[in-house]
């Protein structure tokens, strides 16, 4: 039994010290904006951002940006429309530069390094 139990320990240690995570920033501080998104959730991986609405509020527009702290000059920025509450959707990242509008490719990307940001809500 203990035996089992180290293994496990040591498992979850192994998954975690191997698991990097984004940042994501709460939503602005216009009371409105946050009633709006309270509820919504939203995770990214390996180049798609996927969505959760269980905000209660159908969602006519939500859109996502992303900064690069490794570089300032990439951004990135995701459009979704017409999330019904308890919805999910899922959406290919756009990543930027900002000199030219040259598309970046995710890969190139280190995933610990992005921070995101709610940038627009609208409810139906």
Same mark, same amino acid.
Request: charged share 25%; proline share 4%.
């Given at each position: ?11 979850l240690?192994?998954?975690?010290g191997?698991? @990097? $995570?984004?940042? &994501?920033?709460?939503?602005? /501080? #216009? ?5 709006? !998104?309270?509820?919504?959730t939203?995770? @990214? $991986?390996?180049? &798609?951002?996927?969505?959760? /609405? #269980? ?5 006519? !527009?939500l859109?996502?940006?992303?900064? @690069? ?9 995701v ?7 308890g ?37 139906d």
């Amino acid at each position: 039994m203990k035996k089992h139990l180290l293994q496990i320990v040591f498992i979850l240690l192994f998954i975690s010290g191997s698991a @990097y $995570a984004q940042k &994501y920033m709460p939503p602005p /501080n #216009n009371d409105t904006f946050k009633e709006t !998104v309270k509820g919504v959730t939203y995770v @990214y $991986a390996e180049g &798609y951002v996927t969505v959760t /609405n #269980n905000s209660g509020h159908d969602l006519a !527009v939500l859109t996502i940006q992303s900064e @690069y702290n490794g570089e300032k000059s990439v951004n990135g920025i995701v459009f979704f429309e017409d999330i019904p509450a308890g919805g999910t959707q899922k959406q290919k990242v756009e990543f930027t530069l900002d000199s030219d509008e040259s598309k970046v490719d995710y890969k190139t990307l280190k995933p610990e390094l992005l921070v995101f940001s709610y940038l627009k809500a609208v409810r139906d």
